[in-house]
């Protein structure tokens, strides 16, 4: 759909829609399951609860609800949206499927093309910097969607404690819908780099080309993420990762002019409480400056970071010219930051 903008040069989140599930598990719950104590979860960890999906409510079903939230609260109509990005850690409803077309064909999108990224919990961030790639590169296209939904909760082997820093895996989706031409809540620029050296260190050993879904491979064990070190995780997150946080939040600022004394505003995905403190002394930045929904919700996924942001919207705290930027990190591992100019 072809339209005349004043600002074609510019692609702007024209809204943000999200779906959290009702049912919760608290931190009770999780510490008994664990068999860990409590503290670790409320003082270290810093939640007092997640949200959980019931049994029936899948990845793609909340995202199609975000999606629609999204839509509404940007008063297009579906048939306006010319690119559907799903973006998650690749745990969709089923094994070979495609949750973009799911959505695409649910919320009436019918000259949307939809299509996955894969990048697990910087997809988000990734794909709005696609997305908003193709649309400055293609004069017929204005409108692209992101959606992200991930059913984490289920990932988890509670009585694994190699995988106890993941306990707050859990369930939500939001979609942030893109507008080119839209010269408030412009998108200025995306950085993006990747450690491989610690590409196994983070994963689900069954269901791949190396173990496939066969009855002699049935280990139950093997369905879960599973952390090959956890002494090596522990190490990465209190070293490398606060260093190539700031990294690619740096560099992303750079290329658009601005540098970090300028922010305002800092989205994360929801890491642990002691992680988040550093980061933000890192940057010169407090709790005031971003949104924590690791209490009552629990890590997200690449929700997180849209999540955030739309909850300190809806709080009218973001006032125009300031400075947001959305920034995540992902098993691979990979890191990647997103500013905006509200």
Known sequence: MIENNKNQSTVGIAAIGYYIPSGVMTSEAIAKLADIPLWVLKEKIGMEKKTIAAEDE?????????????IKKAKIKPE?????????????D?????PAAKIQAAIGANNAHGFEIRNFCNSGNLGIHICR???LADNSLNYALVVCSDKLSQLLNYSDKNSNSLLFFADGAAAALLKKGESSNKILSY??????????????????TKLPVKNENIDLALNYVKVEDRHQLEQTLSQIYLNNYKKVITTALQKSGFSLNQIDFLFTNQIKKSLLAKLLDVLNLTEKNTFISLKNCGHLGATDTL?????????HKIKPGNLVVLASSAAG???GATAIKY
């Open 333 to 335: 591992f990979s890191w």
């Open 58 to 70: 899948h990845p793609s079903d909340r995202g199609i609800k975000a999606a629609m939230s999204a």
């Open 191 to 208: 950085y993006g780099i990747n450690d491989g050296k610690l590409a196994d260190l983070v994963r689900v050993p069954l269901g791949g």
């Open 133 to 135: 790639n193709m649309l």
């Open 80 to 92: 306006q949206i010319d690119l559907i990005a799903y973006c998650g850690v690749g745990y969709y």
């Open 94 to 98: 089923y094994r070979f499927w495609s």
């Open 307 to 315: 999540l955030g942001l739309a909850k300190t919207i809806e709080l």
